[in-house]
């Protein structure tokens, strides 16, 4: 059976000498693994631009009553970037967050205010010319919401993750971290409710709120391990 459905690209991983299995989260179906046939192939080249993260696809897809991972019939881009592909401070946050979002949405059914939350954020990142500064952080936030955590203030946050202690096999040095929980909170509570005034003073703060939010995510997804893209971003948060 064949469905036609919008889909966001989380990853890939190669699959055999010219495919890849894409994993691949569908308005219709939820979350979905899926074989992309030739797309590593030389000619026609580009194909595999259309599954880097986050990428928005339509889809004609196999459907199996058994689920696992079923084949592509039809894929095209639905709506092309402007600029995240080619700004590294946008396509690093895209990295991480769809790094986060396949590491904690895992359900295979519709979940239709889920799959327009992320759809639109989004687009909306990669048109906002600038103040997107916070965006990774309003993102967790909310979709902490739709994942069935959301805090309404970010002393929530910082007394969950303050009790908890530092994750398990992590190097991060949490100690001034935690010693400014206070200040914190306040940041968290501007970011939840007032995001477009919210006053992160530089990089290192942004970073710094980003390691507690990952934790706070730590202690609500079981197995979520450490998200490596993480290091990535930082290099590039001092903007």
Same mark, same amino acid.
């Given at each position: 059976?064949?469905?036609?459905?919008?889909?966001?690209?989380? @990853?890939?991983?190669?699959?055999?000498?010219?495919?890849?299995?894409?994993?691949?989260?569908?308005?219709? /179906?939820?979350?979905?693994?899926?074989?992309?046939?030739?797309?590593?192939?030389?000619?026609?080249?580009?194909?595999?631009?259309?599954? #880097?993260? !986050?990428?928005?696809?339509?889809?004609?897809?196999?459907?199996?009553?058994?689920?696992?991972?079923?084949?592509?019939?039809? !894929?095209?881009?639905?709506?092309?970037?402007?600029?995240?592909?080619?700004?590294?401070?946008?396509?690093?946050?895209?990295?991480?967050?769809?790094?986060?979002?396949?590491?904690?949405? #895992?359900?295979?059914?519709?979940?239709?205010?889920?799959?327009?939350?992320?759809?639109?954020?989004? /687009?909306?990142?990669?048109? #906002?010319?600038?103040?997107?500064? @916070? !965006?990774?952080?309003?993102?967790?936030?909310?979709?902490? @919401?739709?994942?069935?955590?959301?805090?309404?203030?970010?002393?929530?946050?910082?007394?969950?993750?303050?009790?908890?202690?530092?994750?398990?096999?992590?190097?991060?040095?949490?100690?001034?971290?935690?010693?400014?929980?206070?200040? !914190?909170?306040?940041?968290?509570?501007?970011?939840?409710?007032?995001?477009?005034?919210?006053?992160?003073?530089?990089?290192?703060?942004?970073?710094?709120?980003?390691? +507690?939010?990952?934790?706070?995510? #730590? /202690?609500?997804?079981?197995? /979520?391990?450490?998200?490596?893209?993480?290091? +990535?971003?930082?290099? +590039?948060?001092?903007?």
């Amino acid at each position: 059976m064949l469905i036609k459905t919008r889909g966001i690209v989380l @990853n890939y991983i190669r699959y055999r000498e010219t495919s890849i299995i894409a994993r691949v989260y569908t308005e219709q /179906l939820g979350l979905q693994s899926y074989v992309v046939n030739g797309v590593r192939k030389a000619k026609p080249p580009g194909r595999i631009a259309l599954f #880097q993260p !986050f990428t928005l696809l339509e889809l004609v897809a196999y459907t199996s009553r058994q689920g696992g991972i079923t084949r592509l019939s039809e !894929f095209r881009c639905a709506e092309p970037f402007a600029a995240i592909p080619y700004d590294v401070r946008k396509s690093s946050v895209v990295l991480f967050l769809s790094e986060v979002v396949g590491r904690t949405v #895992q359900e295979e059914e519709q979940n239709e205010p889920l799959f327009r939350f992320l759809h639109d954020s989004i /687009l909306r990142f990669d048109r #906002q010319a600038e103040g997107f500064e @916070n !965006f990774a952080l309003e993102f967790l936030l909310q979709l902490a @919401n739709y994942l069935g955590f959301g805090a309404e203030s970010g002393q929530e946050i910082t007394s969950q993750v303050a009790f908890a202690g530092a994750a398990p096999n992590t190097a991060a040095d949490t100690g001034p971290v935690a010693l400014r929980f206070q200040e !914190f909170d306040q940041y968290f509570d501007e970011l939840l409710r007032t995001p477009a005034q919210a006053a992160i003073p530089n990089g290192r703060v942004r970073r710094e709120l980003l390691q +507690v939010l990952i934790r706070y995510y #730590q /202690l609500h997804v079981e197995k /979520l391990g450490e998200i490596r893209s993480l290091a +990535v971003l930082s290099e +590039v948060l001092a903007f």
